[in-house]
Each structure stands twice: as C-alpha cells, then as structure tokens.
T-cell receptor
Framework: GENVEQHPSTLSVQEGDSAVIKCTYSDSASNYFPWYKQELGKRPQLIIDIRSNVGEKKDQRIAVTLNKTAKHFSLHITETQPEDSAVYFCAASDNQGGKLIFGQGTELSVKP | GAGVSQTPSNKVTEKGKYVELRCDPISGHTALYWYRQSLGQGPEFLIYFQGTGAADDSGLPNDRFFAVRPEGSVSTLKIQRTERGDSAVYLC???????????FGPGTRLTVT
C-alpha cells in the first residue's frame, strides 16, 4: 500500500523567511496530494492541494510542487508570519480518491 | 453553512467497555471518512463510506472496530472491548463526493483507562 514520508519533523524559521517541507510517496497510482495545517487541539484544515496533471500550484504565499517521476512533492511558504506556526501534514490519495495516507507531520515554528 | 460535527468531544471509558462515536457530515456530502490520530502522528485512515456502503474498510485495525452509515448521512464508529491502545483522537471527514476536498470535524478524544 501507499506510504508517505515527510521531512523535516520540526522546522524553525525567522519571520519573513521561507519554509519548505518535503514529502515522498511510494504508490505511482497516487494522483491527489493535499496539504493540511493543524493548530494545537484543532482540526486539520486544507491549505492547498495538487493533482497529478499539474506540476505546480500557487495560492498567495503558499505553493506546492509535484515531481511525479521522483514521486515527491513539496510545500513552500514564503514571507512566513507567526500565525503560520502549526503542524503541517502532507497526504496522498490514489485513483479511487478515497482514503488519504498522511505523512508524519512537520512542526513549523515562526519566530517574530 | 455548518461544518462537520462530532460527538462527544471527549470520552473517557474503562478498558473492556463499548463506545460509540458519532459524526455528522456537511449536508449533501456523499462521502464520509474516519481517521484516528495519536499524539504527534498524522491521521491514520480507518474506513470510508460512499453513501450508505463502506467503500474501503482496510484501515480498521481489528474486528472490535465497526462503523455504520445507515441513511447515508450520520455515521457511528463503534468500538467493542476497548483497550488502552485505542486511546486517540478519532477524526471524521466528509467530501461532496469521493475524490473531492475532505473537510474534517473537530474530533473525539477517546481515553481508555
């Protein structure tokens, strides 16, 4: 079955810097890759997603890139702000589009 | 509109007891998913429904876990003979249809003592 690896597990940046989180997946049939932000004690919230028919997607300060050949995808946050501090999870889903397989999470800390 | 809701928000039970966790999806969403999240981990898939039927239950850890969605809306996750290892946050999500964005509920924190 699908396996998703996420790195780093923790990331600390200064306000205004960029942050990059990387994920790899194992199942070449996966074609949907969402990213979720989870604040302490709260539910996961989708921040951006990408499907395998595109290589990059951007939404304001957030972008995601996908390399299908290498089976990896990355989240890029520019001009980080303290309110970006949270745990970020990548996930992958197969052609059935049902279950999401999540990475282990990255705890991002943005220092003012 | 209203998001995904889950009840109870917290449940403490003794080892060996039976528990039911409820999920109310967003109105009109045909797909409903259950995940389990342990401290410091990503959500782990349990089961998902397309309408009333379980489309994929491959994540249920053993036969003590069972879920239903009899009318294609509300779902109940049932755990028999609870064990301390079942302690986790149980998350429910729904999507308009399979393959679309999944919206998560706030979760039920289950503690088995």
């Amino acid at each position: 079955g699908e396996n998703v690896e996420q790195h780093p597990s923790t990331l600390s940046v200064q306000e205004g810097d960029s942050a990059v989180i990387k994920c790899t997946y194992s199942d070449s049939a996966s074609n949907y890759f969402p990213w979720y932000k989870q604040e302490l004690g709260k539910r996961p919230q989708l921040i951006i997603d990408i499907r395998s028919n595109v290589g990059e997607k951007k939404d304001q300060r957030i972008a995601v890139t996908l390399n299908k050949t290498a089976k990896h995808f990355s989240l890029h946050i520019t001009e980080t702000q303290p309110e970006d501090s949270a745990v970020y999870f990548c996930a992958a889903s197969d052609n059935q589009g049902g279950k999401l397989i999540f990475g282990q999470g990255t705890e991002l800390s943005v220092k003012p | 509109g209203a998001g995904v809701s889950q009840t109870p928000s917290n449940k403490v039970t003794e080892k060996g007891k039976y528990v039911e966790l409820r999920c109310d999806p967003i109105s009109g969403h045909t797909a409903l998913y259950w995940y389990r999240q342990s401290l410091g981990q990503g959500p782990e898939f349990l089961i998902y429904f397309q309408g009333t039927g379980a489309a994929d239950d491959s994540g249920l850890p053993n036969d003590r876990f069972f879920a239903v969605r009899p009318e294609g809306s509300v779902s109940t996750l049932k755990i028999q003979r609870t064990e301390r290892g079942d302690s986790a946050v149980y998350l429910c999500a729904s999507s308009l249809e399979v393959g679309r964005q999944q919206y998560f509920g706030p979760g039920t924190r289950l503690t088995v003592t």
